[in-house]
């Protein structure tokens, strides 16, 4: 009676195995490839579109007034987006990190539960939710100002830091808060002097995916400091100021050519900052998390 012959072969349900699983790894490498095209698409018809306004003069100088469409640039849009930025950033940063360190150091792990699922849902919500919101609360009253577009993308930035620098200080080795309250440190010295300091290159990445989250937001602006048009500089976060993405929703709007380039521009000059930041954020993430996990 003869054998069958041996072979390595792949045949029968082993061979459509392997048929579906190159199948499903080329349809993703396919979805991969779609996604890095519509992104390199966008980038290049925005660039495009607004090369003709992108000189020095756009970023040094303000907008020209009267019948000068052409003239200026968008400097003081530039200056009143950092000051929001910088003012949410000021706000959002040490109540993220305190509310990180509560939920990961100090809280029962069922309140823990629900304070991380409180913030998933506070990230999920719709921004221009939140902008009405401090509406009815600050704007309705005072008036519109920095301030209040400021405490907006501070709530929206809120989740964001929490959620990062929990996940930074989950990976700080055990070790070390073991040894430092064996030597008879108390816990909450334990947490600011062992374990933030060796999560701090996490957190301040953290921080800076949400500014990047936050530097193209419009919705809640368009509520809180929409009036800032003035054609002198004003850094008075008490006043409403200009914003790029103020700016560009203003331009698109115009029929005039020129402005319409500009507002591509200024699109244009938001999402390079957007994808430096978040692509130097996301691997120096990667990197603390290396750092911290090995």
Known sequence: ??????????????????????????????????????????????????????????????????????????????????????????????????????????????????ARMALDISNGIPTIVIGIFVFTILVAAHGQSALAGSI?????MLPLIARATEE???????????????????RWRTTVQVVIPSALGGILTGTTLAIARVAGETAPLLFLTSLGTSSTADANPLHPLQSLTLVIFSYSDQADPAYQSKAWAAAFTLMCFVLVTSLAAKLALARYRKKLGG
């Open 168 to 186: 930074v200080l989950l990976l700080v080795p055990s070790s070390q808060r073991e040894a430092s309250l064996a030597l008879g440190v108390s």
């Open 152 to 156: 907006a993308l501070a709530i929206i």
């Open 1 to 114: 009676m003869n054998e069958p012959a041996f072979t390595l072969k792949a045949t029968g349900r082993l061979r459509r195995r392997q048929l579906v699983n190159q199948g499903m790894g080329a349809l993703a490498a396919g979805a991969a490839l779609l996604a890095v095209a519509v992104l390199a698409i966008v980038v290049i018809s925005v660039g495009s579109r607004g090369a003709g306004s992108l000189n020095l003069a756009f970023f040094t100088q303000n907008q020209a007034q009267g019948f000068n469409p052409k003239g200026g640039g968008v400097l003081f849009a530039i200056v009143g987006s950092v000051v929001l930025v910088g003012i949410a950033t000021l706000i959002a940063l040490p109540l993220g990190v305190l509310v990180a360190v509560y939920v990961s150091e100090l809280a029962p792990p069922r309140l823990a539960r629900v």
